[in-house]
């Protein structure tokens, strides 16, 4: 009952409490926990990173969202996120993002997120020359300051778990934005 994209990558969304994934239900039992009635909780107010156990931490990342979603501001870019995707996010934003790839993940995962207004799961499959299916998993959490519109998202991949499918995922799209860059300079 997923939504599929077709592209270098694809992925499925389903809701975050269909996915068994203990950092996820973790992540939002605190997430449940802070929001209380409200549509979400405020980040920073309701909800801090110091919640979450201290293993979880460096696989998340946290945007800002600006003007509604035209564009995301990375407040937050966990060590593991560099370390396994090979670029540094902190203080950027998705517009300004290595990878048109990658910028539209971002686009179409963070506008799902402001329009549903609840946490979501994001299955990718990958372009892999084994024939071993692969997925990755990436749940993001809305937040919001007014009680009505999404101004803050979490994401949490599991890269501590698969961090070599993480990396071929990256390698293969690297490779082929470096394969359209090339082709289209000559």
């Given amino acids: 009952m997923g939504q599929e994209n077709a592209a270098l990558l694809n992925f499925e969304v389903v809701s975050a409490r269909e996915v ?12 449940d926990r802070a929001r209380g009635a409200k ?18 931490v460096p696989s998340i990342s946290i945007v800002d969202v600006i003007d509604g979603g035209k564009d995301y501001s990375y407040r937050f870019w966990g060590s593991l996120n560099g370390a396994i995707k090979g670029f540094e996010m902190t203080g950027k ?6 990878f048109d790839e990658f910028k539209r993940f971002g686009y179409d995962q963070f506008t799902e997120i402001i329009f549903q207004r609840k946490p979501l799961t994001f299955t990718y ?19 919001s300051s007014d009680g009505e519109s999404i101004d803050v998202i979490l994401s949490c991949q599991n890269l ?23 082709s289209s300079d000559s």
């Fill in 93 to 98: 934003r998705l517009s300004e993002g290595p």
């Fill in 125 to 143: 499959y990958g372009p892999y020359k084994s024939s071993v299916r692969r997925r990755q998993v990436t749940s993001r959490f809305p937040f």
């Fill in 160 to 182: 501590e778990q698969q961090s070599d499918e993480w990396t071929i995922l990256f390698e293969a799209i690297r490779d082929e934005m470096t394969t359209k860059s090339e």
């Fill in 39 to 56: 549509i979400a909780p405020e980040y920073g107010v309701d909800f801090f990173l110091d919640d979450l156990r201290l293993d979880i």
């Fill in 20 to 31: 068994p994934s203990t950092t996820s239900i973790e992540i939002l039992e605190c997430w």
